[in-house]
Structure formats: C-alpha cells, structure tokens
C-alpha cells in the first residue's frame, strides 16, 4: 500500500514563495506519475501538475504555469511542488497523488492513492 505525505504548506503574503513535499512510503516511486491537485473551500478539487516517472516530462494548469515548478528525487521518494509568485487565489488544501499505471492525466479519478493535504493560504 503506498502512503503519502505532504509538508510545507503555510500562511504567506502574496509574491511570496512555498516549497511543497510529498514523501511516498510503499510501493515503487519511481516508477509513478506523481501530481499535485487543491482544493479552495466551496469549489472542486482542481489539477495542479503532474511530473512523469523519469521526471523528465512535466505538465501544468495554466492558472500556475510560469510560477509554480513541480520536480522529483526518485531517490528520496519525494515530490515537490515550488510555488513562486503566490497569489491569494492560490490558496487551497494541496494535495499530492500517485497514478501507478503512469497515464499522465489531469484527472484526478486516474490517481489511486492521496495524502491527506496541507494548507497553503495566501494573504494579499
């Protein structure tokens, strides 16, 4: 069974910056898509980005592209999302998610196992 974990989530100003962790325990890492969703009181959980296994290949909604950076050490287990240029409408519960059938989708029906969110809050 994999496990995941997030960290780094926090109360920031806008312009500021987060660095995000997932920390997968279970399973084989390094051969999954990982992706980042969130989800904002009162709307639907929403994609983020996902990094494909190798970590070569990467993929954003176009409200974050430009500022956020998802990346991968295959060798810690771990995902992160760097989050530059905060903005308030940036704020949501993130969440990270593991596809081991590595389809590199924006759907996060596709995605068999989630952690259990961090908040990120973006004050203007």
């Known amino acids: 069974q994999v496990q995941l974990g997030e960290s780094g989530g926090g109360l920031v100003q806008a312009g500021a910056s987060l660095r995000l962790s997932c920390r997968a325990s279970g399973g084989t890492f390094s051969t999954y898509t990982m992706g980042w969703f969130r989800q904002a009181p009162g709307k639907e959980r929403e994609f983020v980005a996902f990094i494909l296994s190798r970590g070569i290949s990467t993929y954003y909604a176009d409200s974050v592209k430009g500022r956020f950076t998802i990346s991968r050490d295959n060798t810690k287990n771990t995902v992160f999302l760097q989050m530059n240029s905060l903005r308030p409408e940036d704020t949501a519960v993130y969440y990270c998610?593991?596809?081991?059938?590595?389809?590199?989708?924006?759907?996060?029906?596709?995605?068999?196992?989630w952690g259990q969110g961090t908040q990120v809050t973006v004050s203007s």
């Open positions: 998610a593991a596809d081991p059938f590595r389809r590199g989708t924006t759907l996060s029906h596709d995605y068999d196992y």
